[in-house]
């Protein structure tokens, strides 16, 4: 658990993005939790991210699966 979670009762939510290769799975995922965008492309083989959202003004811990596309 991240330690910035503890003293609160964080709901965990999972999203996994599919498609195919090459289409800004990565670059949607790293635009949404650093407010920045990729200058280069890589490959990826499977990569997880992590960002605290307020939803209702409850927090909820997004976890982001970014997976290879085919």
Do not use: W
Not at 26 to 46: C, D, E, H, M, R
């Amino acid at each position: 658990m991240d330690p910035l979670d503890e003293g609160e009762n964080i709901r965990h939510l999972k999203c996994v993005l599919v498609g195919d290769a090459a289409v800004g799975k990565t670059s949607l995922i790293v635009s949404y939790t650093t407010n920045g965008y990729p200058k280069q492309y890589t490959p990826t083989a499977f990569d997880n991210y992590s960002v605290l959202v307020r939803v209702d003004n409850q927090p909820i811990r997004l976890q982001l699966c970014d997976t290879a596309g085919k």
